[in-house]
Structures are given as structure tokens and as C-alpha cells.
């Protein structure tokens, strides 16, 4: 289970952004894709965007066009810029690490955005 650390989360007005971080070790971000996920009361946590170790992303419907996910391999970091925030995109988000298909997962920070 690699650790991985997430920080930037809060509370932000509808059409405002957020930036998240997700920081892991450099021996699992090197190898790993990176991913974040959400999750709300009730529901299952479902993808927002990953990005392989090679910069290849993958986007929800939902992110794409407002969110942009990008890495950092000095910093070994992830991150998820969140622009135009609605008030569904509150949520609890959650750093993924995926390595051949085993799941690690950061503690998970909630993004509140308020109409």
C-alpha cells in the first residue's frame, strides 16, 4: 500500500477553482498511474481524471473541458486543477495510485462548492 498525501481541497463559490495535490513516494510515482476519484453519501467513488506515467489522461465526462490533471516527476506529485466548480462537483476527493492494477489510495479531502 503506497501512502500517498493529499492537500487543497476547501470551500470555493460556484465558478471558482481549486487546485488538489497528491503527493507519493518516488518509487511508486515513477511506475504508477496516477489517478483522482470523488465520492458523495450514498454513492460509489467514481473516476474524475488519471494520467499515465507517460502523460496520457483520461477524463469523466463531467471533467472534461474544467478540469486538467498533470504530474510532476521532480516533486513526484499530482495534480488536479478544478476551474468553473459547480456545486455537483462537491464532493470527497481521492488520490489513486494504480500499479498493475493494485490500488492504493490517499485519505481523502472534501471540495465544498457552494451555489
Known amino acids: 500500500q503506497a501512502q500517498l498525501v493529499e492537500s487543497g481541497g476547501g470551500l470555493v463559490q460556484a465558478g471558482g477553482s481549486l487546485r488538489l495535490s497528491c503527493v507519493a513516494s518516488?518509487?511508486?510515482?515513477?511506475?504508477?498511474?496516477m489517478g483522482w476519484y470523488r465520492q458523495t453519501p450514498g454513492k460509489e467513488r467514481e473516476v474524475v481524471a488519471r494520467i499515465s506515467r507517460l502523460g496520457s489522461t483520461v477524463y469523466a465526462d463531467s471533467a472534461r473541458g474544467r478540469f486538467t490533471i498533470s504530474r510532476n516527476s521532480i516533486k513526484s506529485t499530482v495534480y488536479l486543477q478544478m476551474n468553473n466548480l459547480k456545486p455537483e462537483d462537491t464532493a470527497v476527493y481521492y488520490c489513486?495510485?494504480?500499479?498493475?492494477?493494485?490500488?492504493?489510495w490517499g485519505q481523502g479531502i472534501q471540495v465544498t462548492v457552494s451555489s
Open positions: 489513486n495510485a494504480n500499479i498493475e492494477s493494485a490500488n492504493s
Open positions: 518516488v518509487r511508486v510515482f515513477s511506475v504508477a498511474t
